[in-house]
């Protein structure tokens, strides 16, 4: 199995900044695509960023410089460097990782998310 432990969320005001990490752990051969979601109440969950194994990235327009997603392959880890952060940025930010195990294909998988809250 895949373990993904996201850490960094909390309560910051408006205009501050944030930086999210999400650690891959388990029997991991090789991971493609890792990256960020968002979901409040209510709401379908939706893209933020993603990175692909060589560094291409992708962006919500609503994030777009603003924030910025990279990863580490050594240590299985991407991060979100949230900036400028408003409002509208409250909600749990969910890691997503495609993984391929030991002797197996790839699949999709998930962390436990965690709360940003933007307010003053």
């Known amino acids: 199995q895949v373990h993904l432990v996201e850490s960094g969320g909390g309560l910051v005001q408006p205009g501050g900044s944030l930086r999210l990490s999400c650690a891959a752990s388990?029997?991991?051969?090789?991971?493609?695509?890792m990256g960020w979601y968002r979901q409040v109440p209510g709401k379908e969950r939706e893209l933020v960023a993603t990175?692909?194994?060589?560094?291409?990235?992708n962006y919500a327009d609503v994030v777009k410089g603003r924030f910025t997603i990279s990863r580490d392959n050594a240590r299985n880890t991407v991060y979100l460097q949230m900036n400028s952060l408003k409002p509208e940025d409250t909600a749990i930010y969910y890691c997503?990782?495609?993984?391929?195990?030991?002797?197996?294909?790839?699949?999709?998988?998930w962390g436990q998310g965690t709360q940003v809250t933007v307010s003053s």
């Open positions: 997503n990782a495609y993984v391929r195990l030991r002797g197996a294909s790839y699949n999709d998988y």
């Open positions: 388990g029997a991991i051969f090789s991971i493609n695509d």
């Open positions: 990175i692909s194994r060589i560094l291409s990235t």
